[in-house]
């Protein structure tokens, strides 16, 4: 089955350390992106990639960094200098960025940093 | 920063009610409107989508109803069952190649036996 798999589904870290959250996808799709969900707040964009060896930020990337590697990953990493870390992490992708071709999107990875 | 407003928070829908979510945006440049739904534990699924060139789409018993002058768009679910209990969100992006969708703040919907 073709999909985006995220993993841990839960994930908990002591305040100041470094986590990497992980997104892969088989979907062969070009574009991907990490939204944040907070109660109340909707989706907020972290970070998107329309291609391999390249990222951009969206709305809410401090503390936040990504890479593109590989045209099937897409990790998160959420780094000491994020001041509200504990979120529900949603990575998504699609054909291309921009086409209005739907998301999908993973099954969240719940992160609490304590 | 381009917005999404939605509203409202939560909805209370008794079985075979119609349950209305609406969304208000500010952005003229918005080119493409999809409707994502959600249940516990699950990332969003695409639910409907519309263009501003149309004023209402319809599938089985969802219904996108869009004001272009008002720069509205609204859910309409039509004879509301329990399993469409979720959090709905509206969405917006630009014209293609620019931007990731803007998501609206989500709608909890329970629809009761």
């Known amino acids: 089955d073709g999909g985006i798999t995220q993993s841990p589904k839960y994930l908990f870290r002591k305040e100041g350390q470094n986590v990497t959250l992980s997104c892969e996808q088989n979907l062969n799709h070009d574009a991907m992106y990490w939204y944040r969900q907070d109660p109340g707040q909707g989706l907020r964009l972290i970070y998107y990639?329309?291609?391999?060896?390249?990222?951009q930020k969206g709305d809410i990337a401090e503390g936040y960094s990504v890479s593109r590697e590989k045209k099937e990953s897409f990790p998160l990493t959420v780094t000491s200098a994020q001041k509200n870390p504990t979120a529900f992490y949603l990575c998504a992708s699609s054909s291309k960025l921009g086409d209005n071709s739907p998301l999908h999107f993973g099954n969240g990875t719940r992160l609490t940093v304590t | 920063q381009q917005q999404v407003k939605q509203s409202p928070q939560s909805l209370i829908v008794q079985k075979g009610g119609i349950s209305i979510i609406n969304c208000a945006y500010e952005n003229t440049a918005f080119d493409y409107f999809p409707w994502y739904q959600q249940f516990p534990g699950k990332g969003p699924a695409l639910l409907i989508a519309i263009r501003p060139d149309v004023s209402e789409k319809k599938e089985g018993r969802f219904t996108i109803s869009f004001n272009k002058s008002a720069k509205q768009f609204s859910l309409h679910i039509m004879d509301s069952q329990p399993g469409d209990s979720a959090t709905y969100f509206c969405?917006?992006?630009?014209?293609?190649?620019?931007?990731?969708?803007?998501f609206g703040s989500g709608t909890r919907l329970q629809v009761q036996p």
């Open positions: 990639s329309q291609i391999v060896n390249d990222f």
């Open positions: 969405a917006a992006s630009i014209a293609p190649g620019r931007r990731a969708l803007t």
